[in-house]
């Protein structure tokens, strides 16, 4: 209603790549939001169906998860990272702790 984007701090870290990640994915989400493969349709009722998940719970939705990532990325890597990220198994080598470039 206020046409506004709130985007909070997840997995608040001071790591580098961690928040790479999530400057990739909020761009990646607002690139689909603004793209003709938007569906709002679909997007309000996954929203809806998302609203009846026991958010107290443990579980990990990966087929949720798997879904998101082909709407907003575009490639394998970044949906590779994101989801490392999402399981909590994100774990980087020193060798790999660079950031890669934007455009």
């Known amino acids: 209603?206020?046409?506004?984007?709130?985007?909070?701090?997840?997995?608040?870290?001071?790591?580098?790549?961690?928040?790479?990640?999530?400057?990739?994915?909020?761009?990646?989400?607002?690139?689909?939001?603004?793209?003709?493969?938007?569906?709002?349709?679909?997007?309000?009722?996954?929203?809806?169906?998302a609203s009846i998940i026991d958010k107290s719970s443990l579980y990990i939705y990966l087929n949720d998860a798997l879904e998101f990532t082909d709407l907003i990325f575009d490639n394998k890597l970044d949906k590779i990272y994101f989801l490392r990220q999402y399981l909590k198994s994100f774990e980087v080598s020193k060798e790999y702790e660079e950031a890669k470039t934007f455009s």
Do not use: A, C, H
């Open 1 to 49: 209603e206020m046409n506004t984007v709130e985007f909070r701090s997840p997995n608040g870290t001071f790591n580098p790549v961690i928040w790479q990640n999530n400057v990739n994915l909020f761009v990646n989400i607002l690139k689909y939001s603004s793209s003709n493969n938007f569906d709002e349709e679909f997007i309000s009722r996954r929203l809806k169906e």
